[in-house]
């Protein structure tokens, strides 16, 4: 099932609770490539782009030490992200569902009602690791799931995502884990570079 998140449901920002921080290269069979979801490559340089501009963003905020604090797995939060739009958006085609720029428009603007102004939707949502020019986008696809599940139903919906996601081959890095369709995650895989740090007195 493709889980779904949204500046009003996470709590804390990152969907690998435990996946470990990366400390060196794995391989693929994508070189340059941090994900493949059908014949769409999300470069690892796209992917540090989308996590840069939170970084910064993060910078900028009054709340910038407790934001890069929290957010330590920032990249493997974005990727799987990344994916998820592209399973969704995908969906949506398949099955009739779009979102108009007006539509767009007015869920912006009841989300700013909803939590008081365009800095406080900025604000919740880079928290959970969103840039502020990223919003419109997960809004976008929030959208699409939302008009999915009106069409389908919940229950089909989740597994209609599913199927989409095991006929787009989601293939991520090793070093950003392993795609699991049903969950609509990334699970984490051990490393053998992912080695605890030695003791105080204890030979590295």
């Not at 449901?9 to 490539?33: E, F, M, Q």
């Not at 006929?167 to 995650?185: C, I, Q, S």
Request: include cysteine.
């Amino acid at each position: 099932m493709i889980r779904r998140r949204t500046a009003f449901s996470v709590t804390a920002a990152g969907l690998l609770a435990a996946a470990p921080l990366l400390t060196g290269c794995g391989s693929t069979p994508h070189p340059g490539a941090a994900a493949v979801v059908g014949k769409d490559r999300i470069t690892v340089s796209q992917l540090q782009r989308q996590v840069e501009d939170v970084r910064e963003a993060q910078r900028s905020s009054p709340q910038g030490p407790q934001l890069l604090a929290g957010s330590a797995r920032l990249s493997q939060d974005t990727l799987i992200r990344l994916v998820q739009y592209r399973i969704v958006e995908r969906a949506g085609r398949d099955n009739g569902v779009d979102v108009t720029r007006r539509e767009l428009q007015e869920r912006r603007q009841q989300v700013e009602r909803m939590l008081g102004g365009a800095e406080a939707v900025d604000g919740r949502f880079l928290a959970a690791g969103i840039a502020p020019g990223q919003v419109d986008r997960e809004l976008s696809v929030g959208l699409v799931r939302s008009k999915l599940e009106r069409k389908l139903g919940q229950a089909r919906t989740n597994e209609v995502l599913r199927k989409t996601s095991d006929a787009l081959h989601v293939d991520v890095n090793p070093r950003y884990g392993t795609w699991d369709a049903e969950r609509g995650t990334a699970q984490p895989v051990p490393e053998p570079w992912l080695r605890p740090a030695p003791a105080p007195g204890q030979p590295a």
